[in-house]
Nanobody, 115 residues
């Protein structure tokens, strides 16, 4: 059974930082491109960042320089270090694992940026 379990969300003040963690099980982790997506209330889910099996990283423009994605294949884990957070970053953040036709999602972790 495939499981992607996100953790690390919470309430943070503007300008603050959080580190999200996604622990994967039931997949051959090192084969997968791992990604973080987010969905704000009333909006569609959108890409935040991805990291391939080779370690190639892609960020969307609105997080460049603020967020860092990384992976630890030995721990079957992907991280999203988020900094300089603003209220616009408030959303549920989802972990995604993708390889060929295999595509899995976690249940998400809420990030709320508010003073």
């Amino acid at each position: 059974q495939v499981q992607l379990v996100e953790s690390g969300g919470g309430l943070v003040q503007p300008g603050g930082s959080l580190r999200l963690t996604c622990a994967a099980s039931g997949i051959t982790f090192h084969r997968y491109t791992m990604g973080w997506y987010r969905q704000a209330p009333g909006k569609q889910r959108e890409l935040v960042a991805t990291i391939t099996r080779e370690g190639i990283i892609n960020y969307v423009n609105f997080v460049k320089g603020r967020f860092t994605i990384s992976r630890d294949n030995a721990k079957n884990t992907v991280y999203l270090q988020m900094g300089s957070l603003s209220p616009e970053d408030t959303a549920v953040y989802f972990c995604n694992a993708h390889w060929i036709t295999n595509d899995y999602w976690g249940q998400g972790t809420q990030v709320t940026v508010s003073s």
